[in-house]
Every structure is written in C-alpha cells, then in structure tokens.
C-alpha cells in the first residue's frame, strides 16, 4: 500500500485483513478487493461510491468502537466518517461534542456538525439542532424562531420527542406574546402537537403538557388531568416528571390534601434515580425563591445536587454553584467567593457562555472592570449575546472613542436578534455619547421598533416602553401620545412596573385636548405600579391621595405610601411628606416641625430640594427661630447639591445682603445657573444688578417659596 498517492486521498486509512468485522480466510480475501476499490476511488470524484462506502466503514468502525468503550478510537472513526460527508457520523460527533465524553463541552462545535448533517437532510440532527436552540444547550443563546425552522423538519420526519419540543416552543411563544399577532395560532398548534404526542403514548410529551396544564398563563389551567400525566411520564421512565408533580403534591386549594411526604419521596427518588441534567435541573428549582410553592430541603439539597451534578461535568451545576456560593444565602449558607471562582472557571472552560459571562458580573462587582471585561468578550465570542452587552456597558462606561466604537459594533453584532443588545443600541442612540456621538432619537426609534417587533416578555415590554417614551415627548420624530399609550398599556398588561408609572403620569398630566389628564385611571395604574413594588409609585399615591381626601384618615394614608416609598429607596417621597406636613391637607392644617424633620430626613439622604426647603422654613420663621444666616447656609447646600431654585435664592441674597454682606459680583454666577435652568425669577433679579438698582439691605419684598411648581423634580 505504499504508493497510494497524495491529494484527495493523503492521510486515508486502508483497512487490513484484521480490521474486516470477519478477519480470517474471507477478511483476508476482501482486503486486497476492498483496497484496489478505495485506491481507484481515489482517482474518481471524492463523493462517488467508493467514497461513500468507505465513510459508511468508517462509521461502523466508530460505532464498533463505541460498543467497547473506546471513545477516543470511535470519535477518530467517526471523524474520518463526518469529513467524508456521513451524516450519521456528523450527528453522533456533534453529541459527544455537545457532552463532556473527551474533555470540556463544545457547543457551538456540536451545532456545527448537526447543522450540516441536518442540512443533508438527517432528520435526528434537525431535532439536535432544535432542541440546543430551544433550551440553549451549552450556555449557548436561545433563538426560538431558528429552533422552529429544524424542529418543524423534525416532525415532518416523524423524529420521536420532536412534536413535544415544538409544542413547548409554540405554546411558550403564545404566552410571551399574548395579543399579538400569530400568538393566539402558534398556542392552538402548540396544544394540539402535544395532546398528539401524548396520546400516542410519548413520555416526553405526557410531561411537557403536563407543565402546561399546571402554569395558568397558558390559559387551561387543569391541574388534576396535570397529575395523571405527569404520573403516567413517570412511569413510563421520564424522571424528570417527578419534579413538576412534587411541586404539584405541595400546592394547597386544588381539592386535595397537600401531601408533603410524597413530595418529599419524589425528591429522593430524583436523587437516587435521576441522571445529571435533571440533578441540575431540581437544583435550579430549589433555589428559585420566587417558586410557589418552596420545595422542600431548600440551599442545603441543591448545593447537594449542583455538586453531583458538577461531579458529572456538567457546566449549568457549576455556573449554579458559582452564583450560589458567590452570593451566599442569608442565615443558611455563607458566601465562598473562592470557591465559587473555581465553579465558575470551570463552566467556562468547558465553553459555558453564562459561566463565562458570570465569571465577568462577578469581577464587575468586584471593581475589576478590566477582568470583567474580558470574560464578558470571552462569553460573548462563545455565543452568549448577553454578555457582548454587558461588555459593552464596560466599554461605554469610559468614554473615549475607541471604547464606545468598540462597544457599538459588539451591540450591532447582537441588536438583530437579541433584543437586550437593540435596546442598549437604542439607548446609545437617543442620549449619545458626549465628546464622541451625537445623539441621534431617530434611529433610537427604528431600534426599539425592531425590539418590540421581535421581542417578547419583559423584554419587549421594555423596549416598548423606552418607545413610549420618546413619542410622547416628540424626540426623533412627531409626537404621538396616543402611540405612546397603545405601547405602555401593552407593556404594562404584560407586568412591566415602569410602563404601568410611565402610563400612570401620562393619564395624570394628559396630552392636550385629544388626551385629556383622566385622575381615575392615572390612580388604577399608580396602584398597579405600587403593587409591583415601585417606590415611586406610592409617592404619587401619596399625593394624589392628599389631593383627593377630606380628613385625618386621607393623610394617614399619604403617610403610610411616603413612609413605604422611603423604605423602598425613593427618597423623593420624604421631601413630599415634608411638603404636606407644611402646607397641610385634606382640611388640617400645617405642621412646620413635621415638616422640618421630614426636610431634615430627606437631605440627610441627598435630597436636593430639601436644603432649599429647610432654608424657607429659616428664612420665614415657621416652626423654628428666623434666622437669615442659616437659611443661606441651607441654601447654598441646595445649589451645591443642583438644585436651581435654591442657586437662585443664594444669588438674590449675596444680592440683596440678606443674611450675609451684599456682594453683587459673587451673586451673579448664581443667578447665571438658576436663569440657565429655568428659574426667570431670576432674569428679573439679574436686570436689576445690571441697572444698578440694588443696594444692600433693598429690592422690595422676599418672594418666599421652597421652588415653582416643576423646578427640581426628580
């Protein structure tokens, strides 16, 4: 065999007599055949028949070896196989691939080799790709609508599971996009897939419908015909089904009695049982603190699982490992900031794009922005488009033109089908980058279009919201207000917080005659607002609930809504409490010493209007000692703090010499700033400087006001 020539045929392996699956007289008779026919298929076209029987003995050969546990020799077989065009090796290359079988997993590997199998028309390797796109195998980024396209191929090929898959997908996307269009058909293809699957008895199926039945966003809400399926996966051997039905045996009001040791049985039996992906998978579960209802064993059980499941290499346990030990659980289990590295690194060595991308939050917040930036470039080049964003926010971050140019071509890379990344994109284009882009709304507009179009959840709604925004001002183009609600209603509807406040102000303050303000719906959507847990929103019901109450019980009610916006970090709302106090309400009458340790509160947590009012109460007297040199020192920590009424008074009493020496040269910078934002009180004082017609200790009567309605607000 030694003049078997280079080129096409350069590195082929001729097989001997003893590698023929019969060796002996018969092996020993073909072998000579069998080379003459690779060596005149050498000369011939790579694809013809010779070629493709030696990649189909390539492919046995691999398959042989696998059987005798030699992964190392079947993956060279099977690669020689997968060169030569065999779809059958491309797809088995592309699971071991897209495990840890010879070392650290490889997912994009994976969906390479599947793809071009899937491309020949091998319908499993569809599937394959389906399913690594659907639930983001690997860490990989999900991308439902590409998912679609091979799982579709994969049912019309009969592929087993297949039909589940694309049911879940569809009936996922009807609920992340409720009343748009295409979402009411895609949940009537999904049910119908699945009730299909099941009925012709798919495990996968029978669990997949199960889960549907039990979440109520998908509007067939049964939980006891959830059960029998979910019972039936399980004896039919889908471990996984376990999982969902404990949390079912947990779940009190469904007209049986919740059986907490069953629960627990099943627990234990997906520990024993249960291979490493579900072990991932119930550890994920048990420390999700927004599940309803817990499971039990909580941070101790899934540390336990994450860590066998770790010990089996998977990545997902050691990212989760990495964030729970990261982060730590309050009185449970402390941080391990070391160990948690060490997870981390681990994940993301075998190619984990979250782990990878944690592996950069993680030193983010640690103050190592360079080192977070380079994982974040690391996770992004490994298919993780969340985490080309982060870095980009890294590089935006400082300032120069080489940083934001970089960070714009990450975003651009991503914005097409990565709604986080369009946004970001959008964002850049509305504000600009001072010094180095311009602001341009314009294309800010087209950007959140293409993420409300082809996004869906909360990130679509946000994007819709960021959309509501700038056509209710008019920025990049006309103003549309009534655009601007249709978004924020639909944002809102679908649980976004900021859209529900955003809509709430829009009813309060209207958009002249064709939206007038309507206070009743501005307050249903201040509640809504409040109800997922946006501070500012129960400072508006505050004040609205002043404005519109007679009584003690109305400002007790304001107060209880200041106090719990304050607690939740707005601390707008104890300026607005101040305001009340002074002014009184609702028929009361004002309390100046309220008021002040509401003003004290507020500019102790940097407040900016608070100096200013705390220096009214001073400059008139009310609830404490006029006192003239006080009040411009609470002044002037206003106007050092940015507050433009307070630059004004500071400048009108260097002017007037009240509290101080008259001094209208040092006014004049302040009374500068208060008339360049907005203040005109301050035109007038100005014009009187320049006329000479001030003197110390003159200039008619103080106008007294903490600031005009709208000057300093937050």
Known sequence: MRGVPRGRCAGLAIP???????????????????????????????????????????????????????????????????AAGHVKAQYQLAHVHGSDLLGPRDQEAALALARRAAAAGYAPAAHYVGMSLLYGWGGIDRDPATAERYLRQAVADDVPRARADLGTLLLRRARDREGRPGAVAAGAEGWVLLEAAADDGEPLARLRLGEALLDEDHGRHDPDRAAVLLAEALD????????????????????????????????????????????????????????????????????????????????????ALGKLLAEGRSGEMPPDPAAAVAHLRAAAEAGHGEATRAMGLLLRDQGRAGDALDWFVKAAAQGHAQAAVEAARLLVARGDPASVARAIALLRAEAEHHVPAAIDLARLARDGVPGVMAADPARARQWLRHAVEHGSGLAAAQAATDLARLLARGQGGAADPGAARALLERAAAGGHAWAALDLARLYERGAGAAMPPDPARAWRWYGVAASRDLAQAHTALGRMTVARGQGVGAIHRAFEHFSRAAAMGHDQALYEAGRVAEKGAAGLHGDPRAALAWYRRAAAQGVPAAHG???????????????????????????????????YKVGRALAEGRGTMADPRAARPWLARARAEGVDQAVEVLARLDAAAVEAGTGGPLRIEVRPLGVGEP
Not at 31 to 59: K, M, Q
Not at 266 to 295: M, S, T
Not at 621 to 638: H, I, S
Request: positive net charge; glycine residues 12%.
């Open 16 to 82: 001997t007599a003893t590698q023929v699956e019969r060796p002996g007289a018969i092996g020993r008779a073909l072998a000579p055949v069998l080379a003459v026919l690779i060596l005149a298929g050498c000369s011939g076209a790579p694809d013809g028949f010779v070629a493709r029987g030696l990649s189909g003995y390539h492919y046995l050969q691999g398959s042989r070896h696998k059987l005798h546990g030699d992964m190392t020799a079947a993956v060279d077989a099977w690669t020689r196989a997968a």
């Open 236 to 319: 039919d051997g889908e471990i996984a089904a376990a999982l969902p039905l404990a949390r079912l045996m947990l779940t009190p009001g469904l007209g049986r009695p919740v059986d907490r040791a069953g629960a627990e049985a099943l627990l234990d039996r997906i520990e024993r049982q249960a291979p490493a992906h579900v072990l991932v998978d119930l550890g994920l579960a048990l420390l999700d603190a927004d599940a309803e209802p817990p499971l039990p064993g909580g941070v101790i059980r899934a540390r336990r699982v994450l860590e066998r499941g770790a010990e089996a290499g998977r990545a997902r346990a050691h990212t």
């Open 613 to 647: 009012a705390i220096a009214s109460l001073y400059e008139r007297g009310l609830g404490v000692p006029r006192d003239p040199v006080r009040a411009l020192a609470f002044y002037r920590l206003g106007a050092e703090a940015g507050n433009a009424w307070a630059a």
